[in-house]
């Protein structure tokens, strides 16, 4: 069922999502995402009914992620440790920054092939300049980013303008950025084959923690901002006379918002690094027991991954143009029709998706302090992708949020360093490449019988 307004023209143009960005106007029934009227309960209802009715979000992925804690923590004790904690919000953080770009593109039906690649391309030149050029990371971190958005433009452009599907201009994309990456590395000024970084602001992107009491400081930004934002949306919507969450719904929220943030920081706060590990050092003809320094603190990854976070929810659910997004997912005939520039929008996610993949290949080349002409190949894309369908994005447009990225990259990530403890040995990667297959198949036959359920429910 499509639900639209009209406008001060009197053009119907499909309504936006609800405050959660989480479903398409076009893919769920109002009186399915809409706000209730009633109090806690009522919600707790509604939101059951969704989930009967096909509508499940990210709560298969929440669900697996709790299960597959829950089996590789039994298997290993290592698993739960302070120190795989930390590893893993870190190693899932390329990923979820790529995934975050696709999101955009999946939305709309689309598909980025060439999103590794492309952050390869960034990475290799943010580390030519560094490196061979003497650019300081400003610099260097800037021409990579622009790079991104380069890319991302062209890619649009050719998919737009020039009618070619994005699966073939993006699936020849990614095998020239593969060609530029290794021109990039075996040329220019510096070391080639294997380009080193040494800037330790790059390096410390990924490897570096925040100082305890700024970790503390994220979590109360973060909580009254949140709590903020929950509150002007109930007290505008009550204003003008429309149905909104109760103040009850809110505070849960706001209350488990700070249980997870504040145990994580906790944890995150420890020394992680073990005790002793000293050793004596010559200094000054001395011999003196030097003791490494505390590693400790929130890795400061998970602050970008925040900001980028609220950046893109802010984006779809707060602007106009988050509204022509999953208008243009939904039916892009019908946001023709309706006045919204649909070349334009689609041009713009491929340039976010770029722009994304270049965040997500610094972090890469910040992980190994390097670059080389494999970085951004292999399976980064494909984990990308599956990150983003994993955690409730769907391959059919329309449907999709930020926090998708973030909740599968997890997924990814736990089976990934889970599995590496688990089996051992010669097959150890090949059965890990296996599970996270089936895990992408599922997730993207759970997202098509959803889609059927909510079809044979009316919500679609």
């Not at 920054?97 to 290799?124: K, P, R, S």
């Not at 106009?320 to 713009?348: F, L, M, Q, T």
Request: net charge positive; charged share 10%.
């Amino acid at each position: 069922m499509t639900t639209s307004r009209e406008g001060t023209s009197g053009v119907s143009t499909p309504l936006p999502p609800d405050d959660d960005g989480a479903d398409s106007p076009v893919h769920s029934g109002v009186a399915a995402t809409a706000p209730i009227e009633g109090g806690l309960m009522d919600y707790f209802n509604n939101y059951r009914q969704r989930v009967r009715s096909g509508e499940m979000g990210s709560l298969p992925a929440i669900a697996g992620l709790i299960v597959l804690v829950i089996v590789f923590w039994l298997a290993h004790s290592t698993f739960g440790s302070l120190a795989n904690f930390s590893d893993l919000l870190k190693q899932a953080s390329p990923t979820v920054f790529i995934a975050m770009g696709l999101v955009f593109v999946l939305l709309l039906g689309e598909i980025d092939l060439a999103a590794g690649t492309a952050g390869g391309v960034c990475a290799t030149l943010m580390a030519r300049v560094s490196v061979g050029y003497g650019w300081s990371w400003p610099f260097a971190i800037g021409i990579a980013l622009i790079a991104g958005l380069v890319i991302g433009f062209g890619t649009g452009t050719l998919c737009a303008k020039v009618r070619i599907p994005s699966f073939v201009v993006t699936l020849a994309l990614f095998l020239a950025f593969q060609g530029v990456t290794l021109f990039i590395v075996l040329n220019g000024k510096g070391s080639h084959g294997n380009i080193s970084i040494n800037d330790s602001f790059i390096t410390n992107l990924y490897n570096g923690q925040m100082a305890p009491w700024l970790g503390w400081l994220m979590v109360v930004v973060l909580v009254i901002g949140y709590a903020a934002i929950k509150a002007e949306q109930v007290i505008s919507r009550t204003r003008a006379g429309l149905t909104a969450e109760p103040m009850a719904l809110v505070g849960v929220k706001v209350v488990g918002l700070i249980i997870i943030a504040g145990i994580s920081v906790w944890l995150l706060n420890k020394n992680r690094g073990g005790k002793g590990g000293g050793q004596l050092v010559n200094i000054n003809g001395k011999l003196t027991f030097v003791t490494p320094p505390a590693l400790q603190g929130v890795p400061w990854v998970v602050l970008i991954t925040l900001f980028f976070l609220v950046l893109w929810t802010f984006v779809l659910t707060k602007t106009r143009y988050g509204r022509h997004v999953y208008a243009v997912g939904g039916n892009a005939e019908a946001a023709r029709r309706a006045g919204i520039r649909v070349d334009r929008i689609r041009i713009s996610v491929f340039v976010i998706s770029s722009f994304m993949a270049a965040v997500g290949g610094i972090l890469l080349a910040s992980n190994t302090h390097s670059v080389d002409a494999n970085i951004g190949g292999g399976n980064v894309l494909l984990l990308a992708v599956g990150a983003a369908v994993i955690g409730g994005t769907s391959l059919f447009g329309g449907r999709g949020r930020p926090l998708d990225a973030i909740i599968g990259g997890l997924v990814v990530a736990v089976i990934a360093n889970g599995m590496a403890d688990l089996v051992q040995g010669n097959n150890r990667d090949s059965i890990q490449y296996i599970v996270t297959g089936a895990v992408l198949l599922l997730a993207a036959a759970v997202d098509a019988l959803s889609r059927r359920r909510a079809g044979a429910s009316g919500l679609v």
